[in-house]
Structure formats: C-alpha cells, structure tokens
C-alpha cells in the first residue's frame, strides 16, 4: 500500500529475496506525481483509488491469495477504506498484516503527523548524539531505515514461520520509535546501569575517547580511528611514535583531552590517503571517511561487488549473501503476470489493465 521510505525498502528488500510484491498507489493529483524512483522499480504498480466503488474488492481479491499485506497509513485510514485487519483476515486467515507508522497504533501520538527526526528525538537518543554544543541528526537512518524497515522485515519473517506451525495469521504494529528504542537498548542499559554520561562527548563511544573518534587531515579530508582494544591502540601508538597511547593510560578519561589533542596534531601533518599508505601494514582499526561518491570504488566493494550501476550512480546490491539462493536485482516485473500469481483471474486482470 502507499508508502514512503521504510516500507518501499522493505518491499525492495523482500522483492530481491524472492518475493511476488504488488504495490498498491493511488492515481497522481494536480499536486502529486505516482512515484516511480527510489525501492519501487522491482514490482509492478496497480493503481487504485480506495475511496471508489469496487476498489477495495480488488485489493480483498488479492489478499486473497497473498501471504503479507504492509501498509503505512496513520492509524484508522485502513478502516475507514474498508481494508482494516478485521476484513482482510476474514479473507484469509493466513495473513500477516504489517501496519508501519512512526508512533505505533496506539498512545496519545498515534494519529499525530511525524517523521524521522521527531521519532529519534522522542527516544532520547538524538540527544546523545552530536558535539557538545549541540545534537546533531544523522540523516535520517535510524527512525525510518533501522528502526522502520529492519523491525518490519524482522517481523514479518518471524511472522510468517510462526504462521508455517500455526496456520494463522496474526497483525504487526511495526512502530519506527520501537525500532529506534530496540536499536538503541545498549545506550539506555548502559545509562540505567550508570555507566553512560548524559553530557555528549563524554563517553567512549560518543566521540570523547581518543581511540574511538574522527581526525582530520592535511587535506580537509578524515579518518576514522576505532581502537577500542588495547592492543590495537599499541600499534598504531608504536607506529606513530606516541607509545602511550598503547597503555592502559588511554583508558582512563582524564587523559582523553590531551591525547586526542595530540592524535589530531599529528593526523593534521599529512594527507589522508597518504596515511592509509604509510599505516597500511599496521594492524589496526584505522579506515578512511570515504564520501558517498568514493565508496563504490574502493577496492574491498569492488572485490565483494557491493554496489551496481543505477540512476546514473552507483546503488548497493541486494544484502545478506545467500549460499544456495543468491538474492538478485529484479526490474520492472509485468503487472498482468503478477496479479496472476496471486490468483486472480484474467477477466478481472484485463478489466484493471483498461
């Protein structure tokens, strides 16, 4: 069902394991466009308009014959297009019904108009996040990607292999601010046990611990040092000639200021690819900040063939690898064909095609 950001990618995600997707948008109007860009080129589109007569027999033919049914209105539109849990798993017990909001279904912010950073806000994370002075919002990656699209893939397979022991279906309340709480339970457990500071840059991971930080170059350019362990703290300590940095010393947080201070005045001296060169033997958790125009050709995305020509650029490749039933790309699958696969006759598919 229309969607933007978390459940296209899911359905992308879904689509290149394999599965039959249909999505349902409804017609463009004066001020709107039916979007045909990002995560929505491997299925094909059935354009309804849910308010009209019939339209929502349609979609309750195909669920018929689906396994998943995703939608991501606020809470209540379903209902009233007739399209709510109730009458879909009438029509098939078997379904898996995943409703993707920011809010979840209930509590006093369900029906309230939100996006991304309002979620991550909400959770307390965002303002964990940033340099002292001020929070700082790191794209919009946690609210709709981690904690949208990976809770909804996550429950919807898990869903679907209890449905396999049970032969029931059941309906997901797939909140993004649920996802971001659950990605973040390290820092909340961490804060609980009053072992995480609420002040930013006082924390190891948060940017205040010399070996876990970003350094800039010679050239503008940054890298990212990420020595948690001792020993790889030694030796890249040893290979630049401050050897205390390997110690026990560069746990303790009063020696934090003055060893960053130092790292960052001998990482200003040369460039960053000439210190990727001249550490490159050095065991260590030291890698480049590449941009988003970089990465695609460095060399460990070339060997895993990480990313593919797309939309003039470079886009990743379908993830996680499978041994035996390799996810792939798909393009454009035919609308006909696929409603087909759901089980709906040919009159009716050739009366929705016009």
């Known amino acids: 069902m229309p969607a933007v950001g978390p459940l296209p990618l899911a359905c992308n995600t879904l689509a290149e394991m394999g599965a039959t997707i249909v999505r349902i948008d409804r017609p463009a109007g004066p001020d709107r466009k039916n979007p045909g860009g990002m995560h929505q080129g491997n299925r094909p589109t059935l354009v309804l308009d849910l308010k009209q007569a019939g339209a929502s027999e349609v979609v309750i033919d195909l669920v018929r014959g689906a396994d998943v049914l995703l939608e991501g209105y606020r809470p209540g539109v379903m209902e009233r297009l007739g399209l709510g849990p109730d009458v879909c798993m009438a029509a098939n017990p078997r379904l898996i019904y995943g409703r993707m909001t920011g809010w979840g279904q209930e509590g006093p912010l369900a029906k309230a108009p939100g996006h991304d950073l309002n979620y991550l806000a909400l959770t307390g994370l965002l303002s964990a996040m940033g340099t002292r002075d001020e929070p700082v919002f790191p794209l919009n990656l946690m609210g709709d990607f981690a904690g949208g699209t990976m809770l909804c893939l996550t429950g919807v397979l898990a869903a679907l292999l209890e449905t396999r022991r049970s032969g029931q279906g059941q309906v997901l309340d797939i909140a993004m601010i649920d996802g971001i709480n659950l990605i973040g339970s390290m820092v909340h457990e961490m804060q609980a046990m009053g072992a995480w500071k609420p002040e930013r840059r006082s924390n190891m991971l948060d940017g205040a611990a010399p070996f876990y930080r970003l350094y800039q170059c010679k050239d503008g350019k940054w890298l990212a040092l990420g020595s948690t362990e001792i020993k790889f703290r030694k030796t890249i300590g040893d290979?630049?000639?401050?050897?205390?940095?390997?110690?026990?010393?560069?746990?303790?947080?009063?020696?934090?200021?003055?060893?960053?201070?130092?790292?960052?005045?001998?990482?200003?001296?040369?460039?960053?690819?000439?210190?990727?060169?001249?550490?490159?033997?050095?065991?260590?958790?030291?890698?480049?900040?590449?941009?988003?125009?970089?990465?695609?050709?460095?060399?460990?995305?070339?060997?895993?063939?990480?990313?593919?020509?797309?939309?003039?650029?470079?886009?990743?490749?379908?993830?996680?690898?499978?041994?035996?039933?390799?996810?792939?790309?798909?393009?454009?699958?035919?609308?006909?064909?696929?409603?087909?696969?759901?089980?709906?006759?040919?009159?009716?598919?050739?009366?929705?095609?016009?």
């Open 239 to 354: 290979a630049l000639g401050f050897e205390e940095f390997g110690t026990l010393a560069s746990s303790d947080p009063a020696n934090w200021k003055w060893m960053s201070a130092r790292l960052a005045s001998i990482f200003v001296t040369d460039t960053r690819d000439n210190w990727m060169e001249r550490l490159r033997e050095v065991e260590t958790c030291l890698t480049p900040v590449l941009d988003l125009a970089e990465a695609p050709g460095h060399p460990h995305f070339l060997a895993r063939e990480a990313f593919r020509r797309k939309l003039g650029g470079a886009v990743p490749n379908p993830a996680p690898r499978f041994s035996r039933t390799p996810a792939a790309p798909i393009e454009s699958p035919e609308l006909g064909e696929t409603l087909a696969k759901f089980g709906m006759a040919p009159d009716a598919i050739a009366n929705l095609r016009g």
